[in-house]
């Protein structure tokens, strides 16, 4: 399977010192929402297998962007990536199918925002009123199958949710052998001055 991830350049010159490249989480500017992450990691154990010893967590890359099959355009991605002046390389990368794990970019931007997934305003009104009615021990139960829906991939586009149009791609380690092309950008991104 064909994807692309964005990586910092120092990933790179890593896999081609090691060979490999395996997640580290306590990288990542995500590292507390840790809750939904091993959720996540449970599901690619039912779903594609366990990881190789020694890794936690998935690397992450793209199968679909904005309902294309393509590799990301860099002039957008360089505003979206680190801080200006900041090196990344995107990876056109061939991971077998059986080793990677499809979801949706949306639903999964709800999941981290600890939401529960629905297809319209009045589905989501009864879920939560039906999980607000729980306790705690069986609101995770519910939430947890509820997440599971992240993996339908069927596109649908109404006033409530996008769905089916970003689809991101999950595995557990990157092989220097798994690079096709690599593209390498500068970030253009500044980030805004704050107020002390």
């Not at 991605?77 to 990876?91: P, S």
């Not at 149009?165 to 092309?181: D, M």
Request: net charge negative.
């Amino acid at each position: 399977m064909i994807l692309w991830t964005i990586q910092p350049e120092e990933v790179y010159e890593l896999i081609q010192n090691t060979g490999v490249y395996h997640c580290d989480f306590s990288r990542s500017m995500l590292s507390d929402m840790s809750l939904q992450y091993n959720w996540l990691v449970e599901q690619m154990k039912k779903r594609i297998g366990d990881p190789p010893t020694g890794v936690t967590y998935p690397v992450w890359a793209w199968y679909c962007w904005e309902g294309a099959r393509k590799k990301p355009d860099l002039r957008r991605e360089r505003w979206g990536n680190g801080v200006k002046g900041d090196r990344f390389v995107c990876l056109e990368i061939d991971i077998p199918d059986e080793k990677v794990l499809l979801s949706d970019f949306d639903a999964w931007s709800i999941i981290l925002l600890s939401g529960l997934l629905s297809v319209s305003e009045k589905e989501d009104d009864e879920l939560q009123a039906t999980y607000d009615a729980l306790t705690p021990e069986d609101q995770w139960k519910m939430m947890s199958k509820n997440w599971e829906d992240v993996f339908n991939l069927k596109e649908i586009d109404n006033d409530w949710v996008h769905r089916g149009n970003s689809i991101q791609a999950t595995f557990w380690e990157l092989r220097k052998e798994q690079i096709c092309k690599v593209r390498t950008f500068t970030s253009a991104f500044v980030m805004p001055k704050r107020d002390i």
